[in-house]
């Protein structure tokens, strides 16, 4: 009789804290809304996920006379070396910086033909 009392009692207690945070959740999401804090949180998301063609070039050590096969050839040797090390970050930063050049690459390559 006392089990059965006790699971009662968590099973309502919980119900009571999940309607209380899903509640709360809302309140704070309107809250953001009205401030134009979510707003500014996603711009800021946004800005940080792009680099600058300058930034890509430092960060994989190429000039803006640079051909695509050496981008290349310096894109594989940053990856691998970063792979066998461990260091994700750096691996995606090298990676982000070949993306924004290739599309650099790519405009140029349309623009000129």
Do not use: P
């Not at 059965?4 to 999940?18: N, T």
């Not at 809250?31 to 792009?50: C, D, F, M, P, Y």
């Not at 066998?84 to 349309?110: D, I, M, P």
Request: proline share 0%.
């Amino acid at each position: 009789m006392a089990a059965r009392v006790l699971a009662s009692v968590i099973v309502m207690g919980s119900g009571i804290i999940a309607r209380a945070c899903t509640q709360a959740y809302r309140q704070a999401l309107a809250n953001a809304s009205k401030t134009g804090v979510a707003h500014e949180a996603t711009q800021t998301i946004k800005r940080g996920l792009t680099i600058g063609e300058a930034e890509a070039r430092q960060i994989l050590g190429v000039t803006e006379k640079s051909s695509w096969d050496e981008i290349l050839k310096k894109y594989d040797t940053l990856f691998e070396r970063n792979a066998q090390n461990g260091s994700f970050y750096l691996q995606s930063k090298v990676h982000r910086a070949k993306e924004c050049l290739e599309t650099a690459y790519q405009k140029s390559t349309t623009t000129s033909a």
